[in-house]
T-cell receptor
Framework: AQKVTQAQTEISVVEKEDVTLDCVYETRDTTYYLFWYKQPPSGELVFLIRRNSFDEQNEISGRYSWNFQKSTSSFNFTITPSQVVDSAVYFC?????????????FGTGTRLKVLA | NAGVTQTPKFQVLKTGQSMTLQCAQD?????MSWYRQDPGMGLRLIHY???????DQGEVPNGYNVSRSTTEDFPLRLLSAAPSQTSVYFC?????????????FGPGTRLTVT
């Protein structure tokens, strides 16, 4: 069965520290998609990145980077360096081609607190 | 483009009351979904639609109905509200072309059932 695990419930760091949010997934599909969303205190869900199962290249966007490793079924998210504005809940999600790419399985989220 | 819009933003219901949460998108997306977000549980899929006239159940459909008469609108109906339906509800839409399967979410509706 498909599953997404975000084992870190809450992380606190001091501004300018680097921080990595972990995401481990389970799926039997060979074609699947992984996503990260940010939920700031205002409550909306902001799309950050999509990665498909055929593309294991790591991605960097400014201070954000993502490490996709199929061998360990992980899709980790790193902020380098952190800023106070990064304080939010971050969700990792999975969708599968066979069950429908529109059906997301979400992790339980990681609350990141960046202290000034 | 307004993206995905939801109304109302906040709602308080008494047990047994019914209501409809509205969702609309102006991106001509084929797929639309409803999720609920509860503390410590992430988001869970309630119902989804792959096009006008086609809907199906997600992970937690009990107590909710949906319909999709147009591409733009996907309302969620609570038939007889229960305290267990106190949650934040998000509507989402996505296209199904070019591998761009990310969903775009509305701002959410915070529902309290007393």
């Amino acid at each position: 069965a498909q599953k997404v695990t975000q084992a870190q419930t809450e992380i606190s760091v001091v501004e300018k520290e680097d921080v990595t949010l972990d995401c481990v997934y389970e799926t039997r599909d060979t074609t699947y998609y992984l996503f990260w969303y940010k939920q700031p205190p205002s409550g909306e869900l902001v799309f950050l990145i999509r990665r498909n199962s055929f593309d294991e290249q790591n991605e960097i966007s400014g201070r954000y980077s993502w490490n996709f490793q199929k061998s360990t079924s992980s899709f980790n998210f790193t902020i380098t360096p952190s800023q106070v504005v990064d304080s939010a809940v971050y969700f990792c999600a999975l969708s599968e081609a066979t069950s429908g790419t529109y059906k997301y399985i979400f992790g339980t989220g990681t609350r990141l607190k960046v202290l000034a | 483009n307004a993206g995905v819009t939801q109304t109302p933003k906040f709602q308080v219901l008494k047990t047994g009351q019914s209501m409809t949460l509205q969702c609309a998108q102006d991106m001509n997306h084929e797929y639309m979904s409803w999720y609920r977000q509860d503390p410590g549980m992430g988001l869970r899929l309630i119902h989804y639609s792959v096009g006008a006239g086609i809907t199906d159940q997600g992970e937690v459909p009990n107590g909710y109905n949906v319909s999709r008469s147009t591409t733009e609108d996907f309302p969620l109906r609570l038939l007889s509200a229960a305290p267990s339906q106190t949650s934040v509800y998000f509507c989402a839409s996505s296209r199904q072309a070019g591998g761009r399967y990310e969903q775009y979410f509305g701002p959410g509706t915070r529902l309290t059932v007393t």
